[in-house]
């Protein structure tokens, strides 16, 4: 539903109320027939049916006219062997790119490649029944205001967000010649912009991978008017982390709701 209305024809055109309108006709009668299949069945049997009766002791098999008729040959050409073949690709095609998937994100860690740190999950209070009981309360409303939630120890509010100082500018280019051959060909494969860097900015990074890095830029006075965001990837080595802490650091009132 979510990408019928982002990638065809906008809904307040016929071609997209048209498109929209069939899409929910076909849900709706999937999960029709779908719920028909299960609760009612194919159905029943006319009213006083009965199967018909053969007396098979009268009954006589001509077995040789299957003997003279030959086997029936299933065609399997070049064009029906190729077909298979690219089937069996797309396959293995899609089950190496799943795995795979789950391979980047089970690491996609902002400093897994890194540091040799031990990665806590700071909203992981260290046992089920107290993650339990942050959702779960007597009241209904979760624990937290909906911009801050109770931590683990030793972590804080900001504790997957990294803040990274430009130690070398970036004109923003997909696949930068200067930056390295590793960075040049590990570019991320994605539609997210790259954006560009200045000697002195500061960026809030919050994923990324082993030469790259996405985050938000920290805007201040010297950015235009009506610019409120500016985020994408850029490359890892143009960056170096700050030394400062979130806890004894703390972003101004105005930073935490861009966040």
Partial sequence: MIDSVLWYWPLHTTGGSVNFIMLINWTVMILYNYFNAMFVGPGFV?????????GWNTVKIDMSAARRDPLPIVP?????F????????LALGTTIAVGMLFFIQAKDRIQYYQLDEVFVFPYDMGSRWKNFKQV???SGVPEGDGLEWPIREGCHQYSLTVRYKVIE???????PLNKGIKTFFTSPCTEEPRIQLRKGE???ATRGLRYWLYGDKILDDSFAEGVSRIRGWFPRNCVEK???????D????????NR
Avoid at 46 to 54: E, T, V
Avoid at 169 to 175: A, L
Avoid at 242 to 248: F, N, R, S
């Fill in 46 to 54: 006319p009213l006083g049916w009965k199967p018909l009766s053969f």
């Fill in 76 to 80: 399997f050409g070049l064009a029906a």
């Fill in 82 to 89: 190729a077909a298979t073949l690219f089937a069996l690709g």
């Fill in 136 to 138: 779960f309360t007597w």
């Fill in 169 to 175: 500018d970036y004109s923003g280019s997909c696949c």
């Fill in 202 to 204: 500061f960026i809030l």
């Fill in 242 to 248: 700050c030394p400062c802490d979130a806890e004894t």
């Fill in 250 to 257: 703390p972003a101004p009132e105005g930073e935490k709701k």
